[in-house]
């Protein structure tokens, strides 16, 4: 039977993830997430059948993108990939997540400290992904470190742009919609 360990970076985005299910609150970016879920995978006895969902917001890097997402891809937007590479290193700046999660074809998460909420920035990420959080590229790299299949579930609270300083007044909407997706997740692995 599969076991579930659910990642959110804010209290606020798990606030209505049942009482019974085991939630890490990572805080905010990637240096907290990775230790977070580091932390909570170490101390397990064990990680057989279990899946870490990461669930959380994020903002819309392209026009007309809204609801929720289960992105198929994660890329880490504010690391020097290019320069790691010249210098005979491997950034491991994407992972593929094909595999673990039924994401839609195509939808990349990036991933950065960077709170985006300048247009430009916005612009330029939205040439390599559709969607922008904090913690979720820590959150698969570190799930990935133990072994354990990982999903990320993100639901759109803003565009990315100057409406993301609502996020505030925005996330309580969000944080109901994934915590019914979740429910959705782990219905279906008791059926199967």
């Known amino acids: 039977m599969v076991s579930y360990l659910v990642v959110s970076a804010t209290k606020a985005e798990a606030a209505h993830v049942p009482a019974d299910v085991p939630v890490v609150i990572t805080g ?3 240096t907290a997430a990775a230790v977070a879920v580091t932390r ?3 101390a397990l006895p064990s990680h057989d059948d279990l899946v870490v969902v990461n669930i959380g917001t994020a903002g819309a890097l392209r026009d007309g993108m809204a609801g929720l ?3 198929v891809a994660v890329l880490n937007h504010d690391l020097s990939a290019d320069a790691l590479r010249a210098f005979g ?3 491991q700046e994407l992972f593929e997540l094909r595999e673990e999660a039924a994401g839609e074809q195509g939808v990349v998460l ?3 400290d960077l709170f985006v909420s300048d247009p430009l920035v916005r612009d330029e ?3 390599r992904a559709h969607l922008v959080d904090m913690e979720g590229y820590a959150v698969v790299f570190a799930a990935r470190a ?3 299949p990982v999903r990320l579930v993100k639901h759109i609270s803003d565009n990315a742009d100057e409406t993301a300083l609502e996020w505030v007044a925005l996330v309580d909407r969000s944080a109901r919609v994934l915590a019914d997706r979740l429910a959705e997740i782990m219905s ?3 059926r199967t």
């Open 28 to 30: 905010v970016g990637k």
């Open 40 to 42: 909570a995978l170490a």
């Open 69 to 71: 997402h289960e992105p």
């Open 89 to 91: 290193y491997d950034p």
């Open 110 to 112: 990036a991933t950065g």
């Open 125 to 127: 990420l939205a040439q």
């Open 146 to 148: 133990f072994g354990v």
């Open 188 to 190: 279906a692995s008791e």
